[in-house]
């Protein structure tokens, strides 16, 4: 039996620490299925039942548009790069946390032009000090929307 999508619960809020956003869905027989955000790779609309097309056609397109790649190398040394995906020109903010949730740098807060962006973390905080080795989370915004991953630092 095909199991029906009655409607889409998608969480879109600002950063807070430990935090996984899942897309919630419910389903015609009366189960919830839920999906961690960073783990969707595909999302498409035939079969839903009760969701406003103009809306699931502005949810595909920040899935789709709204990305952020696993830096690389990772692990590294010295420096990493950073790559992301915006889907329309907006403010966009990338900081550094350490796996404390403490902020450790904020290596973009400006306003970009859609598409395809790199920038490079050179390893040092906001003072300008090399930070020890470990565990850290880069964390992106755009509009309400928050994507981040993890990387290891090794010296």
């Known amino acids: 039996m095909n199991k029906g999508i009655v409607f889409l619960i998608i969480a879109m809020c600002p950063f807070a620490w430990g935090q996984t956003r899942y897309l919630r869905v419910n389903l015609t027989d009366g189960t919830t299925v839920s999906y961690a955000i960073g783990d969707i790779q595909k999302v498409t609309f035939e079969g839903w039942t009760t969701i406003d097309p103009e809306k699931a056609e ?3 397109h920040v ?3 709204f990305r952020l790649f696993q830096n690389h190398p990772n692990p ?5 790069t950073l790559e992301y995906e915006i889907p329309k ?3 966009v903010d990338i900081k550094i946390f350490n796996i404390a949730g403490q902020l450790v740098k904020r290596i973009v807060h400006e306003f970009q032009e859609a598409g395809l962006h790199t920038t490079i973390w050179d390893g040092k905080n906001d003072g300008g ?3 020890t080795s470990g565990l850290y989370v880069y ?3 755009f509009e309400d929307a928050v994507l981040l991953k993890k990387m290891t630092l090794l010296k």
């Open 139 to 141: 964390h992106i915004m």
């Open 129 to 131: 000090q090399p930070v």
């Open 89 to 91: 020109p907006g403010e």
């Open 76 to 80: 590294f040394n010295i420096s990493t």
């Open 63 to 65: 899935i789709e548009t």
């Open 58 to 60: 502005k949810i595909r």
